[in-house]
């Protein structure tokens, strides 16, 4: 009887991988699999939480002596797009000045991340814009 459920369980699975190579690239995937910046940070000096229209939190946590990203983290309790797209930002910016930081588009997250699913696109626009609120108006960068 264990042979048939760990045979069928290995076929959900290998079900539910082949239906996530038709959604995601495979640098989301990736990102996904190694979420090395998810996370937070004991005493940010800099943070934020938005929620975006789907209803997806993102939360960045900075660490930012002297200008410079030294070290950021993301929480998200969003899908795949969302953990990739708030892994791959805050594995980006760190060690970029906020200036810098604050160059950084949804468009050019999607584009290093291999593109995300059409539906999937605001997620990149949800880490982008929390990262900025965490990093304050562009008025304030030098």
């Known amino acids: ?15 539910i991988t082949e239906k ?4 995601y690239s495979l640098k989301v995937m990736e990102e996904c699999m190694n979420l090395t910046h998810r996370g937070t940070l004991r005493s940010p000096q800099l943070s934020s939480s938005l929620r975006g229209p789907c209803g997806d939190m993102m939360e ?13 983290r993301y929480l998200s309790d969003g899908c795949a797009s969302s953990q990739a797209c708030g892994n791959r930002l805050a594995r980006w910016v760190e060690g970029m000045t906020i200036s810098e930081a604050w160059k950084v588009t949804p468009e050019m997250l999607d584009r290093e991340l ?5 539906s999937d696109n605001h997620c990149a626009a949800l880490a982008v814009s929390s990262l900025r609120k965490a990093m304050g108006p562009p008025e304030k960068v030098q």
């Open 60 to 72: 960045f946590f900075i660490m930012i002596p002297e200008d410079r990203l030294e070290k950021v």
């Open 1 to 15: 009887m264990n042979d048939d459920l760990d045979q069928w369980v290995g076929q959900v699975q290998r079900e």
């Open 20 to 23: 996530e190579k038709e959604l």
């Open 114 to 118: 291999g593109g995300l699913p059409e």
